[in-house]
């Protein structure tokens, strides 16, 4: 049964720092992953998306890889700023058409 | 891009009583919707596959017959709580396949309905 896993739970940075969320898969045969951002209350909204053939994306500040053979994918935002304060949500779709299978999330703070 | 919307956002109801939540393809037709809920500072969980036309697929521990899903067109799917306990508060969040065809499968979130049961 696949598992994803994401690390750390939660992170407070001050504006302008680069950094690193972590997510990780149990079961490597995946079809794609997604990366999303979820503001309090809200929905998903769609960030990137790769494929599993692809290593990496990217989108404007934001840039995910994927290394499915070690089960890992990273999302890469650059120079943050607060209105990147928000839960960011790793999801990995087994098989083409099925349903996501979803992270905890990372809340990430940035600080003025 | 692909929008997708839900209503209502927000919802109170009474324990016993039953709620229906719509989930709307707005700009392509889904074949395939899916709806998770995801309690506080919980991962959104699946709870069934709505395809258009036949039975939804429900996911182990889910009630068919508590969640009843009816997805009567390529661009409608529906979800309803028939009576609702307090324990079903949650916010539930569907989405829509883009798919077929050799597409990359992405799926587009609705904004999520928060449901709350007293």
């Known amino acids: 049964k696949q598992e994803v896993t994401q690390i750390p739970a939660a992170l407070s940075v001050p504006e302008g720092e680069n950094l690193v969320l972590n997510c990780s898969f149990t079961?490597?045969?995946?079809?794609?992953l997604q990366w999303f951002r979820q503001d309090p209350g809200k929905g998903l909204t769609s960030l990137l998306l790769?494929?599993?053939?692809?290593r990496e994306q990217t989108s404007g500040r934001l840039n995910a890889s994927l290394d499915k053979s070690s089960g890992r994918s990273t999302l890469y935002i650059a120079a943050s700023q607060p209105g990147d304060s928000a839960t960011y949500l790793c999801?990995?779709?087994?098989?083409?058409?099925?349903?996501?299978?979803f992270g905890k999330g990372t809340t990430l703070s940035v600080s003025s | 891009g692909a929008v997708v919307s839900q209503h209502p956002s927000r919802v109170i109801c009474k324990s016993g009583t039953s709620v229906k939540i719509e989930c709307r393809s707005l700009?392509?037709?889904?074949?395939?919707m899916f709806w998770y809920r995801q309690f506080p500072k919980q991962s959104l969980m699946l709870m069934a596959t709505s395809n258009e036309g036949s039975k939804a697929t429900y996911e182990q521990g889910v009630e068919k017959d508590k969640f009843l899903i009816n997805h009567a067109s390529l661009t409608l799917s529906t979800l309803t709580v028939t009576s609702a306990h307090p324990e079903d508060s949650s916010f539930y969040i569907c989405?829509?396949?883009?798919?077929?065809?050799?597409?990359?499968?992405?799926?587009?979130f609705g904004p999520g309905t928060r449901l709350t049961v007293t």
């Open positions: 989405s829509a396949r883009v798919g077929a065809g050799g597409l990359s499968y992405e799926q587009y």
């Open positions: 790769i494929q599993s053939s692809q």
């Open positions: 999801a990995v779709g087994n098989q083409a058409g099925t349903a996501l299978i």
């Open positions: 079961d490597s045969a995946i079809y794609n």
């Open positions: 700009d392509f037709q889904a074949t395939t």
